[in-house]
Structure formats: C-alpha cells, structure tokens
C-alpha cells in the first residue's frame, strides 16, 4: 500500500517537474529572443513563479493573495473531487461544468430570495438550506448521463458535453426572468446581487480577520472535509469497492452480484453533487457575484480545471487537494511575471504543460512499476550461488533430490 502510494506521488511529481522544465525553457527563449529581457529578468521571473502569493514585498498584500488563493482552490478541490470519483467507477466526467452552473443556480435561487440582512443565524440556516438545493440540483443533472450510460450504452462524453451547454441556456435563461436579482444599485444590468448584503453568505469562522480584504471564507474546510469523507467512502465501505470493482471491470462486477447499472447512475449522481458544491461554494461567497448574461457562451473554467487537478492527483481524493492546491498556487504567479517583464500568461503555460503532462501521469506509474519489478528480478538473480551453498538442506530437502 505505501508503495503504491509512493509511486502515485512520484509518477505527480514528475509530472510537475516535466512542466516546470518547459515552462522555463520558454522563458530563456524569450528571454534571449526578447532584446528587453536579460538574464538578471530571467531570474527575477523565476523568482516570481516560485514565490506565488508570497512575492509582494508587502505583508498587507501577501495576506489578500494568500486568502484569495485559499478561496479560489475550494471550487477546483470539488471538481477535481468529481472527476476523480467518476474515473474511479470507471467514467470520465466532462460535464463538471454544467453541474457546477445547475448547483450555483439552485442555490442562488433561495440565498438570494431570502433576505436574512438583520437576522445572522436565519441566514446561516438559509445558506445551508441553499448548498443543499444546489446539490440537489448539481446531483439530478449529474444523474441523466449516468442514466443513458447504464440503461443506452451511450457515452458519457457525449452526453456531459450537451448537459453541460443545456445548463449553460438554462441558468441565462432562469436569470434573466428574475428582474428583482439584478445588482441594479451598482448599475450593473448582467449581474446578480451579491450574498453579503442579504446575510445568507459563507460563514467565514473568522479567517477575514487572518487573511483581511480578500474573499476567503470557511469553505476551504467544508472543501477538505467533503475529500476526507470520499475518501472513506471509496476505501473503506463496501459502496466504494462496488464503485471501483465496476470501474475495473464492469462483467466481473456483474457475475460478483454488483448492479453495475446503479453505482454507474450512483456514481455520476454524487459526481454531479460535488460538483455543484463547488459552484454553490463559490457564488454563495459574499463578495461574488454571478455575470448571468454571457454564461451561456462562456462555461466556467473550473468544471474543466477539475480534470488535471483529479489526474494529477492520481484520482485519490487526499491527493486532489494537494494537487488543486498546486495549480491554484502557480496561477497565483501569473500578475507578478509582469514585474520581471514577462507577459502574466506564462504561468498559464506552464500550469497548462503541468496539465498536459498530468495525463501521462498513469504513464510514469506503469514506468516506476515496470521498474520496480525489473529491480526484483535482477536481485533474485543476483544471488550468489557461494551463498545458496550455505542454505541449510534438512532431510526432507536431501530426499527431495535423490
């Protein structure tokens, strides 16, 4: 067990340094093709990359970024959460982004239609009423290709990838009727109106005093709770061996007694809610707000960024935290690369080589595992055979051999 785990984090670790190697050879080639650019930026630039939100000289800023990165990994946690559990049944879930838009959608619906400005705990109770309408809702629309995959035989692929642009017209749509929801008093006229003046935001257990002027808020721990309770669910309970016994092998499932039908529905149903957590989580945050009038051109980026974050991770719900955490945390370099006289979307590229190279990582695992039994062999091999002479030989071995 730990050494397949100590593979699984070597395989993302190579991984990671694959990219980062990439990343700064584009960055010396710009550099020497740049007649701006010397190798004094090239340092500065690397230097910015590594630091993340720790590159400010400034503690007032270095604490906004911090929190801003700590907000902005939980979505990507609980997409990378969705993915990974999908692809442990044996499912790739592209439609994270459509169930991440129908759970921000169900629970906007209520925190934004119950005003709980003078009463706090009626709000929290009202936020907690609204994450779990946005599951609700993250959970059905997760469920229809789950449905068509077990009962039609039809990819799965396919069908998120229609789910996912049918939510998007679903939620402009649905939106652009509530006229009472528009954030009117900022002149804003394709927006929402924002959960902090209503009351019925993310409590924040008090880390806006740690981290002030950034949007963190207690969603980071209901983020880390969720992975620690997939977790479990996958490893030790009796669903979880279902799930994976069906996702590596569907026929062996079935002539073990396993309805490979329902954990097929079961799964991308629970993948469809963790997803929608993640939006719901996001937009119910109480200084975000929802651009309604363009999402059904515009599919957020993070029901796609769950993927790597998942595939980084080896699927292994721990793991997605960490490696969520990562990619959050090289994003984070991106504004600063301009001081070093870089354009901001280096970061991009090498978070998106990381992500490209991610997909190779069950690759490095097959390699490190050929490897390791390749090492086994040659030692059994090598034995030396002054030594086979000293291996006592009792009398049923002598009567063996005569």
Not at 376 to 384: A, G, H
């Amino acid at each position: 067990m730990k050494s397949n785990l100590s593979k699984q984090i070597l395989a993302s670790i190579l991984c990671i340094v694959c990219g980062f190697v990439v990343g700064l050879i584009v960055m010396l080639f710009i550099t020497i093709t740049n007649e701006n650019l010397d190798f004094s930026n090239f340092l500065l630039g690397i230097r910015y990359l590594f630091s993340g939100p720790f590159s400010s000289s400034s503690l007032v800023t270095i604490k906004r970024n911090l929190g801003n990165m700590i907000f902005y990994i939980v979505p990507l946690i609980m997409t990378g959460l969705s993915v990974a559990l999908a692809y442990k049944t044996g499912l790739f879930n592209i439609g994270a982004a459509g169930q991440f838009l129908m759970g921000s959608m169900g629970s906007l619906l209520v925190a934004l239609n119950i005003d709980c400005s003078d009463n706090r705990g009626l709000g929290i109770l009202v936020w907690l009423l609204a994450i779990i309408v946005g599951l609700i809702c993250g959970a059905l629309w997760g469920a229809i290709p789950g449905i068509f995959k077990a009962f039609f035989d039809i990819n799965e692929v396919v069908v998120c990838i229609m789910t996912n642009w049918i939510a998007a017209n679903i939620v402009t749509w649905v939106f652009s009727t509530q006229s009472h929801l528009i954030n009117i008093p900022e002149g804003k006229s394709a927006y929402l109106i924002k959960t902090g003046g209503l009351g019925t935001f993310t409590p924040t257990f008090g880390l806006d005093k740690l981290l002030p002027n950034s949007y963190i808020d207690g969603g980071i721990f209901i983020a880390i709770l969720i992975a620690a309770f997939i977790f479990v669910i996958m490893s030790k309970t009796k669903f979880g061996f279902e799930l994976k016994a069906c996702g590596a092998n569907k026929s062996a499932a079935r002539y073990a007694g396993m309805n490979e039908k329902k954990n097929i529905v079961f799964a991308m149903a629970i993948a469809g809610a963790l997803s929608a957590i993640g939006g719901s989580l996001y937009y119910l945050n109480s200084g975000i707000e929802l651009q309604y009038g363009s999402v059904y051109a515009n599919l957020p980026d993070y029901g796609f960024n769950g993927i790597p974050a998942a595939l980084l991770a080896n699927c292994d719900p721990i793991g997605v935290i960490f490696s969520a955490t990562f990619l959050r945390y090289i994003s984070a370099s991106g504004s600063r690369l301009q001081l070093a006289g870089f354009n901001s979307y280096i970061a991009a590229v090498i978070s998106s080589v990381i992500i490209y190279f991610s997909g190779f990582s069950r690759l490095f695992l097959e390699l490190l595992s050929k490897k390791k039994k390749k090492d086994e062999v040659l030692v059994i091999n090598d034995i030396d055979v002054g030594e086979k002479d000293k291996i006592p030989i009792n009398d049923e071995n002598k009567e063996g051999e005569k």
